[in-house]
């Protein structure tokens, strides 16, 4: 196989980074790749061991340990949080060797990360402060410094496009980690300003690794069958906090440990509008567990029960894409593959 991109169909936080992770190691990828556009977007996975990885920087599939880590051109390194993630990560996984940003991926200085903190506007919009769009602001004025600049990196960069292009081309997997979701897109989400600085699509990512759109063989869409939003902009069929506390289903973001809003159920216009632009070729339902309690730590095909099912039977009816995944709590050991 070639490229395996994962992309959110509504607004994030529906479990990408876990979904990669069980891609990568099941397909013993060559490469795990971060697209996106830098550390806003924060991604967990919890075992069942009660161990977690959680990174804001570097992609999630590394835990088949001949897995390469990249970070594409187009996202924007951090150079602090890169260390830090790789100084936790390193004593259990072996990372620093396996590591490496594209020598032309914008750098975040300190100051940007102050520039959005300060920012009314942006804080009113929910910002996660991380500098990730100051410095995407800067590099399209041509201002940014590169990763190639910062001599703290340069034992940590590569030509990761020509890599993974390169990869391809041998016939090997590789796994492609988007970042937040579909409708926080910069220029194609209906709630601008109330978006994030660029676009989270299929397109968008392999753009952000440079990856040959003739490489891509499958999207996996995550879908959250409760979705939940940060930030401000519209929630379909939002839950009051009430209601989620009363079914013991708040969430609180990886990143910024904001409580999310949570909705009741699928919007399916969003969901279509997703489809329709990330073309995917196969689905994760998420967080299935809030959906129906009863399912919560399964761990086999055999423990779904019939509002899980049903939804799995209506998500594959509308859209006529397989439902290959379905992720039932907290855990890493409770996504199950069903297809
Ligand atoms: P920014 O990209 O940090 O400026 O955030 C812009 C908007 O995108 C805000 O509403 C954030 O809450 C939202 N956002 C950014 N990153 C994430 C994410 O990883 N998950 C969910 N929402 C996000
Ligand atoms: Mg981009």
């Avoid at 187009?74 to 004593?91: K, S, T």
């Avoid at 440079?210 to 995550?222: F, P, Q, S, Y």
């Avoid at 399916?268 to 509008?273: A, G, S």
């Avoid at 299935?288 to 209506?314: F, G, K, W, Y």
């Amino acid at each position: 196989m070639s490229a395996i991109i994962v992309v959110d169909a509504f607004w994030g936080d529906s479990g990408k980074g876990k979904v990669a992770a069980f891609l990568a190691q099941k397909h013993q990828a060559a490469y795990s790749v971060r697209a996106g556009i830098g550390t806003n977007a924060g991604h967990s996975i919890l075992f069942a061991d009660g161990s977690e990885i959680r990174t804001r920087q570097l992609p999630c599939g590394f835990l088949h340990p001949d897995t390469q880590l990249r970070v594409g051109s187009g996202v924007a390194v951090d150079p602090e949080q890169f260390f830090a993630e790789l100084d936790q990560l390193d004593p259990s996984y072996r990372l620093r060797e396996r590591t490496r940003v594209d020598y032309r991926c914008p750098l975040i200085l300190p100051e940007y990360r102050q520039r959005e903190a300060t920012d009314v506007f942006l804080q009113e919009h929910g910002t996660t402060a991380s500098g990730s769009g100051v410095a995407r602001a800067e590099f399209a004025l041509r201002k940014a410094r590169q990763a190639r600049d910062e001599h703290v990196l340069a034992d940590y960069t590569a030509d990761v496009a020509r890599e993974l292009n390169e990869s391809c081309l041998r016939g090997e997997t590789i796994v492609v980690e988007g970042s937040q979701g579909t409708h926080l897109s910069l220029a194609l989400s209906d709630d601008y300003p109330d978006c994030t600085s660029d676009n989270c699509t299929t397109a968008a990512f392999a753009d952000d690794v440079g990856l040959n759109w003739r490489h891509i063989a499958e999207v996996c869409l995550v879908v959250k069958a409760l979705p939940s939003r940060v930030g401000t902009g519209p929630l379909p069929l939002q839950l009051t906090p009430a209601e989620e506390d009363r079914r013991d289903i708040a969430e609180y973001g990886v990143a910024t440990g904001r409580r999310r809003r949570k909705a009741s159920g699928i919007s399916w216009p969003h969901l279509e509008t997703a489809v329709l632009l990330n073309g995917p070729t196969q689905l994760a339902l998420t967080f299935c567990d809030h959906l129906d309690p009863e399912v919560a730590n399964a761990r086999h095909p055999s423990a779904l029960t019939a509002p899980v099912r049903c939804l799995i039977d209506e998500l594959e009816t509308r859209f006529n894409i397989p439902v290959t995944l379905c992720d039932c709590g907290v855990h890493f050991e409770n996504l199950i593959e069903i297809a």
